[in-house]
Structures are given as C-alpha cells and as structure tokens.
C-alpha cells in the first residue's frame, strides 16, 4: 500500500475541517480556535466555553491569545518546532498528538472517512471535500489572470507556473527545465528508452500513457476532434489545426 506523506501545515488544516462531518465516526472532533481533540460530543459542548473566556495568556512571539495555559503551551511549538510525539513505525515528530494520530493511518492504511456517493474511502477528512468535488463539479479555487477554476489549491499554483514561466524542476541528464515534477518523470524516459505503456492490440509500446491513447485511435477509428466549419472529424488535435487552415487561408510555411 502505498504511504501518504502530510506536513503539518497539512494536519493543520485538516484538523479545522474535520469538525464539519463530526459525526462520521470514532475520530475525535477538533475545535478551530485552539486544535485540542475530543472524542465525545458532549466533551466538545463542554470545552467550547472556554473559548469565551478571557485570553489571559498571550503569546509573546505572535501575541495570539489563549484562555489556558496548556493552549498556549501547545501553541509555542509551532514557534520552536518542538515535536514531542514520534511515531514508532518510522520516527517521524509531531508537535501535537492529534497529528501523530493522523500520520498512524498512513502505515495502518485505515480510512474511516468514506464517500457517500461512490464509496471510496480517504485517511483524512480533508481529502474527502476535496474528494467531493468530484461529484459535485465545485471549483473554489480560481486562476486571478485567466479565470481558470480549480478543485484544489495545489493545482492552481501548478497552473500559476504557466503565466510565469516558472520551472523549478530540471533534468539531471541534459538540464531541460519544467514546471511540475511529474513532467521530469515523463521526460526522463528519453533517457531511459522506458516504454511501460503497450497496446494490446499491436504490442506496440510508448513513453507515455497519452500516446498509447492517441495511437488506441488507429485501431478504434476514433476521432473526437471535430471542425467546426464542416463537421470533418480527426483522430489527433493536431490534424485538426492543419485542416483548419484549409478554412483561414493561414500559410504558416
């Protein structure tokens, strides 16, 4: 089973949403002022309170407040990067037990958040809203110069290096320089000759999963690209911009 890797940035905001599917299961319910769990309901009704008293203890690096010490003291670990909780599979360090619980489901492989439109099922809550996006087509997250809508906050930022420019990625091999991480993986396979993708028609084989698609189309006949002008049809969108020109009169060559 393949592990999941959070940071704690992650875990944090993972622990302010799981407070809305508080009835899901055994998990315990966070509040989003302080983070502190309880596996009861009624423990939640009753710690609730405190977040209404006066915030006597102050924070003396970010002057948040906190209406108890032991909140407070939680608080500063993200200032000293303390990580009192380890887990014992692997030794990774959690400034809150909360997040230790979170990161034992990746060696555990439990899921007890389940979707219930198609039943899949996630370790994190987080990840079924995000998960549920899916179904229900929500984009909230939207490209500032070209309107493009995302599901996730992390797919945006890949779509931002587009209008930048950016490519922090680089091959190690010949230093051609991407933008996502995972087009070095496809790139490298120039390097490597690695053909893992095979038609079962032909055997034939391919560097990437989006050839063997377009090449799928020679045995299939299909051609999902489709003139506007005169209904013609292609297998490829490259073939389609060549014919188009047969309507604008362009001459590139």
Known sequence: VKQEEYSEDSMV????????????????????????????????????????????FICKECGTGFSRSGQLTKHMRTHTGEKTFTCKECGAGFSLNEYLTKHMRTHTGEKPFTCKECGAGFSQNAHLKTHMRTHTGEKPFTCKECGAGFSENGNMKRHMKTHTGEKPFSCKECGARFSQSGDVKI?????????????????????????LKQHMRTHTGGKPFTCKECGAGFSENAHLKTHMRTHTGEKPF
């Open 187 to 211: 790139h490298m396979k120039i390097h490597t000759g690695e053909k893992p993708f095979s038609c079962k028609e032909c055997g034939e084989r391919f560097s990437r999963s989006s050839i």
């Open 13 to 56: 905001t993972d622990l302010f949403l799981d407070i809305d599917l508080a009835n899901e299961g055994p998990s315990p319910e966070f509040t989003k002022e302080c983070g502190e769990g309880n596996s009861q309901s009624g423990s939640q009704k009753d710690h609730m309170p405190t977040h209404n008293e006066e915030k006597q």
